[in-house]
């Protein structure tokens, strides 16, 4: 897919940008603080309807005004489609060829987006709530039942844990409420555990190759699903509900006492091996930046592989903290078929021989210029 144009109204530090004529490589060239990662923010925004970097869609407003819009045409296989995304002080909406689309997860999809950003290296290093937002954010983009599911699984737990902490304050015994909510719970969980593995195994064959391909063959890259109940390797949506079921059971007076749910989703982790040896651990930090790099790599070919097309790559000042060698080679990766983005504070720090046909855009102050 191809992005024909963007235009932004009241966008963080953008009054208002009308830009066109995008290119298959494009260079965002600009001071710090100019704007160069509210434009990469804009482009994920219309692919996932919420930011990166925020929670708060509020924040996406331009200081002082009362609503924001990004719009964009995307090119796609079977037309042209104008996608846009409105944020007020009272909600967001969305619409697509000027229809507005009562839910936002028709909208997600339209556009598709892999953003590579410094704070990525966190996927490897950081917490285990990173690696899960990681999940969900690039499974929700592929297949919008996920957010169904998502969805219905935190308003579950919510309630559940309410209840728990009841149970404890009472003393009461609320068993059969208990589990209702069990059932719930797990009905919703066991979806998104499969669909999690199902991501996770795919995930891995792409990585471990581009992973290769980066480190010249000297490394080999294992992603691993660290599931909070049973085993990793277990799809079957019967035995996974089973299996579930016996854990709450199990846990309920430690989840009483402590109030809180104590297994499902929300307590998965993934782990990050390179040559057998823990990288969140054990890995330089050059080897953690290949592997977060690999991931996003690999997700670029998965989207390929599911909805038939490439998605658009952001690259967010990464590409000048790679050498010449690892330049080139990653932007003649996907030269042909996947439209990018790259930011960059200077254009000398960007060296691939490769980079002479890009667009080069300029921003300053709010304000893109050729
Ligand atoms: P760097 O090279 O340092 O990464 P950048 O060009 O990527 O810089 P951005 O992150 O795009 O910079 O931010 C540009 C400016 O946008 C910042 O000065 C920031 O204060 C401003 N900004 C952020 N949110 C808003 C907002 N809601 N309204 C107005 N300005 C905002
Ligand atoms: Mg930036």
């Given at each position: 897919?191809?992005?024909?144009?963007?235009?932004?109204?009241?966008?963080?530090?953008?009054?208002?940008?009308?830009?066109?004529?995008?290119?298959?490589?494009?260079?965002?060239?600009?001071?710090?603080?100019?704007?160069?990662?509210?434009?990469?923010?804009?482009?994920?925004?219309?692919?996932?309807?919420?930011?990166?970097?925020?929670?708060?869609?509020?924040?996406?407003?331009?200081?002082?005004?009362?609503?924001?819009?990004?719009?964009?045409?995307?090119?796609?296989?079977?037309?042209?489609?104008?996608?846009?995304?409105?944020?007020?002080?009272?909600?967001?909406?969305?619409?697509?060829?000027?229809?507005?689309?009562?839910?936002?997860?028709?909208?997600?999809?339209?556009?598709?987006?892999?953003?590579?950003?410094?704070?990525?290296?966190?996927?490897?290093?950081?917490?285990?709530?990173?690696?899960?937002?990681?999940?969900?954010?690039?499974?929700?983009?592929?297949?919008?039942?996920?957010?169904?599911?998502?969805?219905?699984y935190?308003?579950v737990l919510i309630q559940r844990n309410n209840l728990l902490k009841q149970a404890f304050n009472s003393g009461s015994n609320l068993t059969v409420m208990l589990e209702v909510w069990n059932e719930q719970l797990a009905?919703?969980g066991?979806?998104?555990?499969?669909?999690?593995?199902?991501?996770?195994?795919?995930?891995?064959?792409?990585?471990?190759?581009?992973?290769?391909?980066?480190?010249?063959?000297?490394?080999?890259?294992?992603?691993?699903?660290?599931?909070s109940f049973?085993?990793?390797?277990?799809?079957?949506?019967?035995?996974?509900?089973?299996?579930f079921m016996i854990k709450l059971s199990q846990m309920r007076d430690q989840e009483i006492r402590r109030g809180m749910t104590l297994a499902g989703p929300h307590r998965?982790?993934?782990?990050?091996?390179?040559?057998?040896?823990?990288?969140?651990?054990?890995?330089?930090?050059?080897?953690?930046?290949?592997?977060?790099?690999?991931?996003?790599?690999?997700?670029?070919?998965?989207?390929?592989?599911?909805?038939?097309?490439?998605?658009?790559?952001?690259?967010?000042?990464?590409?000048?903290?790679?050498?010449?060698?690892?330049?080139?080679?990653?932007?003649?990766?996907?030269?042909?078929?996947?439209?990018?983005?790259?930011?960059?504070?200077?254009?000398?720090?960007?060296?691939?021989?490769?980079?002479?046909?890009?667009?080069?855009?300029?921003?300053?102050?709010?304000?893109?210029?050729?």
């Open positions: 897919m191809y992005v024909n144009s963007l235009t932004l109204s009241n966008y963080r530090n953008y009054e208002t940008l009308s830009m066109e004529s995008f290119g298959s490589v494009n260079l965002l060239i600009g001071r710090n603080a100019q704007g160069k990662t509210n434009l990469l923010e804009a482009l994920l925004v219309l692919a996932l309807t919420k930011s990166h970097r925020t929670s708060k869609d509020k924040e996406l407003i331009c200081f002082g005004k009362d609503s924001a819009s990004v719009q964009a045409e995307v090119e796609r296989k079977y037309g042209k489609i104008q996608l846009e995304l409105r944020f007020s002080q009272q909600g967001k909406r969305a619409s697509l060829n000027g229809l507005e689309q009562r839910k936002l997860s028709n909208f997600v999809g339209s556009l598709n987006a892999v953003m590579f950003a410094p704070e990525d290296l966190e996927i490897v290093k950081g917490t285990p709530g990173v690696r899960r937002r990681f999940l969900d954010m690039e499974i929700g983009q592929v297949q919008p039942s996920y957010l169904y599911h998502l969805q219905q935190q308003k009905e919703h066991v979806k998104i555990i499969r669909k999690r593995k199902q991501f996770i195994r795919k995930l891995q064959r792409w990585a471990q190759q581009i992973h290769q391909g980066i480190t010249g063959g000297g490394e080999v890259l294992q992603l691993s699903y660290l599931p049973g085993v990793a390797d277990e799809e079957d949506e019967a035995v996974l509900l089973e299996q998965d982790d993934l782990a990050f091996h390179i040559n057998g040896n823990e990288a969140q651990s054990f890995g330089s930090q050059g080897q953690q930046r290949t592997t977060a790099l690999s991931l996003k790599l690999a997700e670029i070919e998965l989207i390929h592989e599911e909805i038939g097309e490439y998605p658009i790559l952001l690259l967010d000042d990464v590409l000048s903290e790679l050498d010449p060698y690892r330049q080139t080679q990653l932007i003649e990766t996907f030269q042909s078929k996947v439209q990018t983005f790259i930011t960059a504070t200077g254009i000398e720090s960007l060296n691939a021989s490769r980079l002479q046909d890009a667009s080069i855009f300029h921003v300053q102050e709010g304000q893109v210029h050729r």
